[in-house]
């Protein structure tokens, strides 16, 4: 139905061109007026509003008030070609309140005709039907030729029919039909035929038919398109609803033909909708269905900010002279708040960064404090060790008993110190990992690794690098006191920037239940970002999963 709204659009447009004395200048606003009311490619519309944008802003630094009004009807044209509602509806009221600031006359009483009946349309589009009503009737009050009340009430009408009123719709339209015939105007008389055929079609009265048919006839006649392809739905809903699908689909086709000719993407796309809908299929059917309800939907949701109104009447009557000041103060206002944005969001960038640096730096503390105690255990305990067992094996009274007892802690001693020792990141890692490992290979233990030598291991920073060694240590130190195992396996992969790493045992396994020591890897491998997960159950072996 908007299609015949948009083309009061384009005759109320066409008194654009007539209020500027330099020919040149009515030339071009012309040409990007045919442009922005007959746009014949997607890019038509969007050159239009550039032309008549700036148009607009040399008339306003001018301070020339009727052509500053004259570009905002178009732009507000253009923004609703675009489906821009809001800023169609903004561009409205900017031009009303110019036009509120001038003396009335013929000029303004014209312009406000179009205007409030522009947001009319907005309204209905949006199907705030109560609004559109109440515009389209302002628009009458300003409404002095008989040719605009007749379309006007026609968009009226319009509105009945969306929301199912038929009776009411067919009232309007017969007193517009014979209004129409005395004005001798063949577009809007067969506009309003057509309608008038179609909600006697749709309440069933004698003669609907061939309004309809006399309709298409005469648009046919005058080459008008558009009402060409109205009058090619209305017929193929006529026949829908009679359920002869055959002329159905005729019409149907018809009507995707005429679309393409237009070559308007959106009367494609309803043609397209009606031979979908002539389609029996149960679930074609509930996909029409389910996408009409959908796209109303989103578009209520998308055209909510129009339905947010202006108090016209009670706005202050600005100068031209204030209309450019109000233009600057919201371009400074704009600038401030994008500099508090811009400060708000480096404000909350720096306090990640500084958190994350904080967090790093904890967990190379702790690595630091490790590492210290490792060599006081070394230093200090383990050398004491040794040199009292070196007294012992030298003294004729040792008992060996005591020897093996302090032989058993030294090696003790000397574990919990090789296993917090500083790690040497920037050696060659592989190798590192590797020397790991076959630490703990021995003839009872077979250790397998798998593709270690294919990862990247430069792309991880010392801190990663050092977590995970320690996690893998921590493993294979379980595997050695806890799971005896007689196999262990290791497997690497790498997937762009992540890193896996698969251990298995088959060893007896446990009840997962995390001790101190699975804690402690899983904990470090959550301070640096990665997952870690554990499969085991009693001789059933023990599985983990590392990803940073």
């Known amino acids: 139905m908007k299609y015949?709204?948009?083309?009061?659009?384009?005759?109320l447009s066409l008194s654009y061109c007539f209020c500027l004395n330099n020919r040149q200048e009515q030339d071009s606003l012309a040409y990007y007026s045919k442009l922005a009311n007959a746009p014949k490619t997607p890019s038509s519309l969007a050159k239009a509003y550039v032309f008549f944008n700036k148009k607009k802003e040399e008339s306003l630094l001018s301070k020339d008030?009727?052509?500053?009004?004259?570009?905002l009807r178009q732009i507000a044209i253009i923004q609703y070609k675009l489906g821009d509602y809001y800023g169609s509806e903004t561009s409205v009221v900017k031009a009303i309140s110019l036009l509120d600031a001038l003396k009335k006359n013929e000029f303004t009483s014209e312009s406000k005709v179009g205007l409030y009946n522009e947001l009319g349309g907005i309204n209905r589009e949006s199907t705030n039907y109560i609004d559109a009503l109440k515009y389209y009737d302002k628009a009458l009050n300003f409404a002095t030729s008989r040719l605009h009340i007749?379309?006007?009430?026609?968009?009226?009408a319009l509105i009945h029919i969306e929301q199912k009123n038929y009776v009411l719709a067919e009232s309007q339209l017969k007193k517009i039909y014979e209004n129409s015939l005395k004005i001798g105007d063949s577009i809007q008389i067969s506009r309003v035929l057509g309608n008038l055929g179609y909600v006697q079609s749709k309440l069933k009265r004698e003669g609907a038919l061939e309004k309809l048919v006399k309709a298409l006839k005469l648009k046919t006649t005058i080459d008008y398109r558009i009402g060409k392809y109205i009058n090619y739905k209305y017929l193929f809903e006529h026949y829908k609803d009679l359920q002869d699908n055959t002329k159905a689909l005729f019409y149907a086709n018809k009507g995707y033909e005429c679309a393409k000719t237009i070559k308007s993407a959106s009367l494609i796309e309803d043609a397209l909708s009606n031979l979908v809908a002539l389609n029996i299929d149960p679930h074609i059917i509930e996909y029409k269905t389910l996408k009409d309800s959908t796209q109303k939907a989103r578009q209520i949701a998308e055209n909510k900010y129009a339905h947010a109104k202006f108090n016209y009447l009670k706005q202050e009557k600005l100068a031209i002279q204030h209309q450019l000041q109000k233009e600057q103060e919201k371009a400074k206002r704009i600038k401030y708040q994008y500099a508090g944005l811009s400060v708000l969001l480096f404000s909350i960038f720096l306090f990640f960064i500084l958190k994350a640096r904080h967090k790093k730096d904890k967990i190379q503390q702790v690595y630091n404090t490790e590492t210290r105690i490792s060599k006081k255990v070394h230093d200090e305990v383990a050398n004491d060790i040794h040199n009292v067992m070196t007294k012992l094996e030298s003294s004729p009274e040792f008992k060996e008993e005591l020897l093996d007892d302090l032989e058993s802690i030294y090696n003790r001693t000397r574990d919990i110190s090789k296993e917090n020792s500083t790690i040497d990141t920037d050696a060659n890692y592989t190798d590192l990992l590797k020397d790991l490992v076959l630490s703990y290979k021995n003839d009872s233990v077979t250790i397998i690794t798998k593709d270690i030598s294919k990862i990247h291991w430069e792309s991880l920073d010392n801190l990663k690098k050092t977590t995970l060694y320690r996690v893998l240590q921590e493993l294979m130190v379980n595997m050695k006191k806890h799971s005896q195992a007689s196999l262990v396996a290791l497997s690497f992969s790498q997937t762009k920037h992540k890193i896996s790493i698969s251990y298995s045992d088959n060893g007896v396994g446990t009840h997962l239940k995390k001790s101190t020591g699975l804690?402690?890897?899983?904990?470090?491998?959550?301070?640096i970002n990665g997952t870690i997960t554990f499969e085991s159950s009693i001789n059933k072996g023990f599985k983990v999963k590392i990803t940073v």
């Open 519 to 527: 804690l402690n890897v899983e904990n470090r491998i959550k301070s």
């Open 150 to 156: 007749n379309i006007i009430n026609n968009n009226k």
């Open 4 to 11: 015949q709204y948009l083309s009061f659009l384009f005759f």
């Open 65 to 71: 008030t009727v052509s500053t009004i004259n570009h």
